[in-house]
């Protein structure tokens, strides 16, 4: 029968009351009905002791909860946006003040500095994860091993989708860039991955992974002073001028060093703050997935970090400088290979699960698929869709281990 709040009800006869919500929330369902002391002018049954009449549909709240967690994701992400255009137009000024090598402006100032966000991840989780240990290691080492594998693959597709995209401002489609430069990334970056991921199977002692820790430090250490020695092309340019300049009413052409570095400053800083709330929004989401930490990690927190790298891809790629777009995804993967991965072993047992060694295959195979198609100094939209193949040959082998 219709439920009136304002209708008396003999509570010593009626056990149960039969609701029928015009909305379709809870009807057909019956309740038990529990009295109260004071039935005064509005009915005082209750419902597991909350009035009856004060029940709504529980979908409300929850959609307005997703739709908050939609906007703050959207906001991060538009940040996150704004913090690379500053970034990028940042450090190339930086370069071009500076007269580093195109390449190494890419492979290390771009690289590092979007690097930040994902190398975070990991290093909370490992330094701060002690009440927990178990749970954060999981999560730092499925960053660590995730990061490469979002760089070799859904990197590559996002820039094939930019090409594609611009195709008609930069009046072709495929990516011209340097073979020497691509490869000279990708010969750092192999042999030490694979090492890594080699090691992650086997037991090693503290000491062990501390020398094989401060090696990688030694290693790149000496790819970015192979980069830093590149001599700059005659005739590169900035195609913008600083954006802060414009705005300071300076000359964006002959930026000033303050301009430049407040600049630099702030494009990362959004780039953090940007990547740290969108990883917290999309874990939010995926908590009602019931995923385990490290598949989460290993998925979500990387797609999310490695943005930066895709969009600063983007917008080199939309100004025609394909060689720098490659630069920043190829210098990413060596700095990933490296500086997290130390982390890694320093403070973690550096034990992969077999989720972690096929994320570590897959980032080799794509990475060696790289390293051939870039043989003619050009990558066409099948080479980089590749990354794509390769990033759902990953999703699938998950999905058949029973982690899906």
């Known amino acids: 029968m ?9 509570l010593a006869t009626v056990n149960n009351i039969r609701i029928v919500c015009p909305f379709g929330c809870i009807a057909g369902r019956s309740f038990p009905l529990v009295p109260t002391e004071a039935l005064e002018s509005e009915c005082a049954l209750e419902i597991a002791s909350e009035p009856i009449y004060s029940r709504r549909c529980s979908a409300t709240p929850g959609r307005r909860i997703l739709a908050i967690h939609a906007i703050i994701l959207a906001l991060s992400f538009a940040i ?4 690379s255009e500053l970034f990028t137009n940042g450090v190339e000024c930086a370069g071009h003040r500076l007269q580093i090598a195109e390449a190494a402006v890419g492979s290390i100032l771009a690289a590092v500095g979007t690097a930040l966000p994902e190398t975070f991840i990991p290093a909370v989780a490992l330094l701060a994860g002690r009440d927990r240990a178990a749970a954060h290691t999981a999560v730092g080492l499925g960053a660590i091993v995730g990061a490469p594998l979002m760089l070799s693959t859904v990197a590559l597709f996002v820039m094939g989708i930019a090409a594609l995209a611009f195709r008609r401002r930069r009046e072709r489609i495929a990516l011209k860039v340097v073979r020497e430069d691509a490869r000279r990334d990708l010969a750092f970056f192999f ?38 020695r590149l001599t700059r092309a005659v005739g590169a340019e900035v195609e913008h001028g600083l954006y802060f300049e414009s705005i300071l009413r ?18 990362v ?34 797609l999310a970090t490695e ?3 895709k969009y600063n891809s983007v917008v080199w790629i939309r100004q025609r400088k394909d060689h720098l777009a490659l630069a920043n995804i190829t210098g990413a993967m060596v700095f990933q290979s490296c ?50 193949a390769a990033y759902a040959v990953f999703l699938i082998g998950l999905r058949y281990t029973g982690t899906l």
């Open 307 to 309: 943005l930066p790298e």
């Open 80 to 83: 996150i946006l704004a913090g």
């Open 2 to 10: 219709p439920f009136s709040p304002f209708r008396e009800f003999t």
């Open 250 to 267: 300076g000359n964006p052409l002959e930026p000033r060093a303050s301009a430049t570095a407040a600049q630099v400053i702030v494009g």
């Open 269 to 302: 800083l959004a780039i953090l703050i940007g990547a740290v709330e969108f990883v917290d929004q999309i874990i939010a989401f995926s908590a009602h997935a019931h995923l385990n930490p490290g598949v989460v990690s290993l998925i979500l927190s990387p």
């Open 339 to 388: 500086i997290p991965v130390a982390l890694g072993l320093a403070f973690s047992p550096w034990h992969l699960t077999n989720q972690e060694l096929l994320a570590g295959s897959v980032t080799l195979a794509s990475a060696a698929i790289l390293y051939i198609n870039v043989r003619d100094s050009e990558l066409g939209i099948p080479a980089l869709m590749i990354g794509a």
């Open 191 to 228: 042999p030490v991955f694979l090492c890594l991921v080699i090691a992650g199977t086997i037991e090693m002692g503290t000491m062990l992974r501390h020398v094989l820790a401060a090696a990688l430090l030694m290693v790149y250490a000496s790819y970015a002073v192979v980069m830093l």
